[in-house]
Structures are given as C-alpha cells and as structure tokens.
Nanobody, 119 residues
Framework: QVQLVESGGGLVQPGGSLRLSCAAS????????YNWYRQAPGKQRDLVAY???????NYIDTVKGRFTISRDEAKNTVDLQMNSLRLEDTAAYYC?????????????WGQGTQVTVSS
C-alpha cells in the first residue's frame, strides 16, 4: 500500500516562509489530483490547494498569491511553498491524493505535519 509522508513543517514568524513536501512511497495509478488540506484545532479539515494530474492548480482565496503547489513527477513528490505566512495559517497540514482503480475511487492520506506561525 502506498503511503504519503509529509515533511517541512515547523515554527515560523509571521511573514516567514515554509516549504512542505509530500513524498509517496510508491506509484499510484490513475491519480486525479494531489491535495493539501489543513486542520486547525477545533476546526474541520479544509482543502487548501490542489494540483491535478494535468498540472491545473487551484487555491482557496485566503492563500492565493502566497502559497504555491507543485509536483515533481520524477521524485514522486508534491510540495506546498508557503510565503508571507500569517497567524491564521497555523494548522496541521495533510497531503492527500485520490484516483480510481478498477472503477473505484481511492484516497490516500499522509499523517500530517504541524505548521505554527507565531511571533
């Protein structure tokens, strides 16, 4: 079973930058999209950004212009570059991928990496 492992989280001051990386332990078939979600304490897990298998990207309004999602097919990784970080970006960030296998949808989640923005 393919696993996703996130890295790159940490403590950063407001205005700072972090780069999250999500590495897959193997190849996934018929992937539709790679996603980054985040979940703040006491809140639901929300989609932050996604990149489709064709390279199309989309972001929630609050991170547009600050975050960039990218994929390296050769390294089998999906990164989230986060600039101009704000206090409200503090959350656990999760990598997620979904696709279809034998006509059935599958989901794979990473274990999450903590991002804390604090002065």
């Amino acid at each position: 079973q393919v696993q996703l492992v996130e890295s790159g989280g940490g403590l950063v001051q407001p205005g700072g930058s972090l780069r999250l990386s999500c590495a897959a332990s193997g190849r996934l078939s018929n992937v539709v999209a790679y996603n980054w979600y985040r979940q703040a304490p006491g809140k639901q897990r929300d989609l932050v950004a996604y990149i489709t298998i064709d390279g199309d990207t989309n972001y929630i309004d609050t991170v547009k212009g600050r975050f960039t999602i990218s994929r390296d097919e050769a390294k089998n990784t999906v990164d989230l570059q986060m600039n101009s970080l704000r206090l409200e970006d503090t959350a656990a960030y999760y990598c997620h991928v979904y696709g279809f296998r034998d006509g059935l949808k599958y989901d794979v989640w990473g274990q999450g990496t903590q991002v804390t923005v604090s002065s």
